[in-house]
């Protein structure tokens, strides 16, 4: 049943709003129809507090609920508010629009929506969920991407750049014929050594990504994962990388995988970032100007528990006359011996 406004005071409803929580909770339901768990991986809150929250918002009239099966659905319906409650949502809700806070919300419900979207079933998506549990308990939850890795060639080599402990080079290792992994930290490249002692194939390299230990066309692809924020000059970088690249058929790719543009700037001091992520028209402008043919840029579906910024993936590509760069080749720091796990 409809839960329409009733006696209650004007100021007790608006009143009712108090919490900037119920502010995001109103943008989320104004789009669409949520389970009280779906809204709780939304705004990464315990689903008790959620219910609360929407309980108040419910007993205000913003918001109404249904039922189904076991679930309780929420939404935002404009027609059932009186005009005045109308223009208050709609000053609030356009005030915080260029919320960051909002924007990764709507982000989160996307993913939220894909999920749903994905089963046969919108119950069992929203509520049940068996099937997730009995995939991961037969096979686990990394064979997927392990999988798609093999359409990769296996004679190439690939450059896993700012490596760290070894996170990317362990996925490339077993499908690839050598991969080069670099980074200037000691301790990160002991800990990858240590990683992939069982590895043959994988070579650790101190080095600095704005001057890299690598000879000129020596790799066929690049990776970059979460790296590029901390590096004082992403060009000198992305310079650097597109000098390593090899034009090969289907190669001479660095694939970049970063944070988008965020106003989290807590992280500079915190966690030593150089840049508060970077848009598509960044990343765009930075690969053009290191030489590469264009920029492919898109943003990684949302996981539900991941509390920072959302993710997008960069793909720079050498164009097909491409050489390998400006710079004069200077010989490897790592053909003079690098540390390789095994």
Same mark, same amino acid.
């Given at each position: 049943?409809?839960?329409?406004?009733?006696?209650?005071?004007?100021?007790?409803?608006?009143?009712?709003?108090?919490?900037?929580?119920?502010?995001?909770?109103?943008?989320?339901?104004?789009?669409?129809?949520?389970?009280?768990?779906?809204?709780?991986?939304?705004?990464?809150?315990?689903?008790?507090?959620?219910?609360?929250?929407?309980?108040?918002?419910?007993?205000?009239?913003?918001?109404?609920?249904?039922?189904?099966?076991?679930?309780?659905?929420?939404?935002?319906?404009?027609?059932?508010?009186?005009?005045?409650?109308?223009?208050?949502?709609?000053?609030?809700?356009?005030?915080?629009?260029?919320?960051?806070?909002?924007?990764?919300?709507?982000?989160?419900? $996307?993913?939220?929506?894909? $999920?749903?979207?994905?089963?046969?079933?919108?119950?069992?998506?929203?509520?049940?969920?068996?099937?997730?549990?009995?995939?991961?308990?037969?096979?686990? %939850?990394?064979?997927?991407?392990?999988?798609?890795?093999?359409?990769?060639?296996?004679?190439?080599?690939?450059?896993?750049?700012?490596?760290?402990?070894?996170?990317?080079?362990?996925?490339?290792?077993?499908?690839?014929?050598?991969?080069?992994?670099?980074?200037?930290? %000691?301790?990160?490249?002991?800990?990858?050594?240590?990683?992939?002692?069982?590895?043959?194939?994988? %070579?650790?390299?101190?080095?600095?990504? %704005?001057?890299?230990?690598?000879?000129?066309?020596?790799?066929?692809?690049?990776?970059?994962?979460?790296?590029?924020?901390?590096?004082?000059?992403?060009?000198?970088?992305?310079?650097?990388?597109?000098?390593?690249?090899?034009?090969?058929?289907?190669?001479?790719?660095?694939?970049?995988?970063?944070?988008?543009?965020?106003?989290?700037?807590?992280?500079?001091?915190?966690?030593?970032?150089?840049?508060?992520?970077?848009?598509?028209?960044?990343?765009?402008?930075?690969?053009?100007?290191?030489?590469?043919?264009?920029?492919?840029?898109? $943003?990684?579906?949302? $996981?539900?528990?991941?509390?920072?910024?959302?993710?997008?993936?960069?793909?720079?590509?050498?164009?097909?006359?491409?050489?390998?760069?400006?710079?004069?080749?200077?010989?490897?720091?790592?053909?003079?011996?690098?540390?390789?796990?095994?």
């Amino acid at each position: 049943m409809k839960q329409r406004l009733g006696d209650m005071p004007m100021a007790e409803r608006v009143s009712s709003l108090g919490e900037p929580v119920r502010l995001r909770l109103l943008r989320i339901l104004e789009s669409n129809e949520l389970s009280v768990g779906e809204i709780a991986k939304v705004v990464q809150g315990p689903q008790s507090s959620v219910s609360r929250h929407l309980k108040a918002l419910a007993d205000a009239g913003w918001v109404v609920r249904r039922t189904e099966g076991t679930a309780t659905l929420y939404r935002l319906t404009m027609d059932d508010l009186t005009p005045a409650c109308r223009g208050v949502w709609t000053a609030i809700r356009d005030e915080a629009a260029t919320s960051m806070e909002m924007a990764e919300d709507g982000r989160r419900v $996307e993913a939220v929506l894909a $999920e749903r979207r994905t089963d046969s079933q919108a119950f069992f998506g929203r509520v049940a969920g068996e099937w997730d549990e009995l995939r991961t308990s037969l096979f686990g %939850e990394r064979f997927t991407p392990a999988a798609l890795l093999g359409l990769l060639p296996r004679s190439w080599t690939v450059a896993d750049l700012g490596c760290g402990t070894g996170d990317a080079a362990a996925w490339l290792a077993p499908v690839v014929a050598r991969v080069i992994a670099v980074d200037q930290s %000691e301790a990160m490249i002991a800990a990858g050594c240590r990683r992939l002692a069982h590895a043959g194939n994988v %070579e650790f390299v101190r080095g600095d990504l %704005e001057r890299l230990p690598l000879a000129d066309a020596s790799v066929d692809a690049a990776v970059m994962g979460l790296v590029l924020h901390h590096v004082e000059d992403p060009s000198a970088a992305l310079r650097e990388a597109r000098r390593v690249l090899r034009p090969t058929p289907g190669g001479g790719v660095l694939m970049v995988i970063d944070m988008v543009a965020h106003d989290r700037a807590e992280y500079r001091p915190t966690m030593g970032h150089k840049h508060l992520g970077f848009s598509g028209a960044r990343m765009s402008e930075l690969m053009r100007g290191a030489g590469f043919a264009g920029c492919e840029y898109r $943003e990684l579906p949302r $996981e539900t528990q991941a509390r920072g910024p959302g993710l997008f993936a960069a793909v720079g590509r050498l164009s097909e006359c491409s050489g390998s760069g400006s710079e004069q080749p200077r010989r490897s720091t790592h053909e003079r011996g690098g540390h390789t796990a095994g």
